[in-house]
């Protein structure tokens, strides 16, 4: 698997973009790119993924390069409720063992 | 809301004791998954069951069993507590056993003194 690289926290003002960057430059052909949150000692939480378009959903936008080598997440209007742990996850779509395998993510204090 | 459900929340135990967590996929989902989060060792993967069947197993311990029944809800054993089994241990499931999509539950606090 790909390993990803994230910024350790990360700061974003009450309603504005948070933009949370991942790193994966050894990613290869056939590997999505994930992302979970983890509120405070909750579960974690599906974001979003993808493999090589844009993808958008209620909760996020998921920008990949055109050469994949990196990725943001982008969560629109950010509101204290996104304060959170956020993990970027690299992984073959179809495999026997689909695991998931937590990094250290970024941490997002969102301010009022 | 995941609609993953896991018990007890909290459990307080003594070194060399024995419990069990419990916890039930979402509705439809065949797949269960169970990952440990400690202080030191951040979330990590123990095992994964897909419809009854073990389907892959990670840094579980030989102290540690798990299974899955055929109402699809499925149990963790953790025997020989040793106080740095103190953790967060959480479930999550998916539809698919390829799915990284994956719905965790709230998690079972486990405190062994």
């Known amino acids: 698997d790909a390993k990803t690289t994230q910024p350790t926290s990360m700061d974003c003002a009450e309603g504005r973009a948070a933009n949370l960057p991942c790193n994966h430059s050894t990613i290869s052909g056939n590997e999505y790119v994930y992302w979970y949150r983890q509120i405070h000692s909750q579960g974690p939480q599906y974001i979003i993924h993808?493999?090589?378009n844009n993808e958008t959903n209620e909760m996020a936008s998921l920008i990949i390069t055109e050469d994949r080598k990196s990725s943001t997440l982008i969560l629109p209007h950010a509101t204290l409720r996104d304060t959170a742990v956020y993990y970027c996850?690299?992984?073959?779509?179809?495999?026997?063992?689909?695991?998931?395998?937590f990094g250290g993510g970024t941490r997002l204090m969102v301010k009022p | 809301d995941s609609g993953v459900t896991q018990t007890p929340k909290h459990l307080i135990t003594a070194t060399g004791q024995r419990v069990t967590l419990r916890c039930s996929p979402r509705?439809?989902?065949?797949?269960v998954y169970w990952y440990q989060q400690s202080l030191d060792q951040g979330l990590q993967f123990l095992i994964q069951?897909?419809?009854?069947?073990?389907?892959a197993k990670g840094n579980i311990l030989e102290r540690f069993s798990a299974q899955q029944f055929p109402d699809l809800h499925s149990e963790l054993n953790l025997s020989s507590l040793e106080l740095g089994d103190s953790a967060l241990y959480f479930c999550a499931s998916s539809v698919a056993p390829t799915s990284y999509e994956q719905y965790f539950g709230p998690g079972t606090r486990l405190t062994v003194t």
């Open positions: 509705s439809g989902d065949l797949s």
């Open positions: 993808g493999l090589k």
């Open positions: 069951y897909y419809n009854g069947e073990e389907r």
């Open positions: 996850i690299v992984r073959v779509g179809h495999n026997a063992g689909n695991m998931l395998t």
